[in-house]
């Protein structure tokens, strides 16, 4: 097995999950202190601050979105490994490509739906704070291009340079 190549490609890779690793680090800490906001105005007196519950719904949906490509392309996502400690490094291969070609598929028709909620959505407006619901979907679309193109790159990488062999299948192959 080859290495991957390590040039523009592998930078702009790393810059890319450098942004979304750090959109969903703000996302999470938002929805941290959110519900501390939330937690603690049912103890208080005073007025309750609605948009806090509506800002850390949608913030969630953010750093599910943002984050996905990152596990995509470092193999964080969910994976059966059953084919991955077979001595048969071509179908290993032919598993991975396959599987990784379905997920881009499958985010790819996302990223298409993704992509009609915020042509269509726009009338539309969150309950609090009144914000447009095409604003809304638009880092759930980026997050699914995103993993739609990582996947895909992922696909070509291990058909090009032979399959990532997971801990385990290491750990069998000794």
Avoid: C, K, N
Avoid at 51 to 58: H, I, L, N, Q
Avoid at 83 to 108: E, K, M, N, S, Y
Avoid at 111 to 118: D, F, G, I, S
């Amino acid at each position: 097995m080859t290495p991957p190549p390590r040039g523009l490609l592998h930078r702009a890779g790393r810059i890319m999950d450098g942004l979304e690793i750090s959109l969903g680090s703000v996302m999470l800490l938002a929805i941290f202190v959110l519900v501390l906001i939330q937690a603690a105005q049912r103890h208080l007196p005073g007025d309750s601050l609605p948009w806090t519950g509506e800002v850390s719904r949608f913030a969630l949906a953010w750093l599910t979105f943002s984050v996905v490509g990152v596990l995509i392309s470092r193999g964080g996502h969910i994976t059966l490994e059953v084919v991955d400690i077979l001595p048969l490094p071509r179908l290993v291969r032919t598993v991975q490509v396959f599987a990784l070609i379905i997920v881009a598929v499958t985010a790819g028709a996302f990223t298409l739906e993704a992509w009609a909620l915020v042509q269509t959505q726009g009338a539309l407006r969150s309950p609090v704070l009144g914000l447009s619901m095409a604003l809304v979907y638009v880092p759930v679309l980026l997050g699914l291009t995103s993993s739609t193109v990582r996947a895909l790159i992922g696909a070509a990488r291990i058909a090009l340079h032979g399959p990532v062999r997971s801990e385990l299948a290491e750990e069998v192959a000794r």
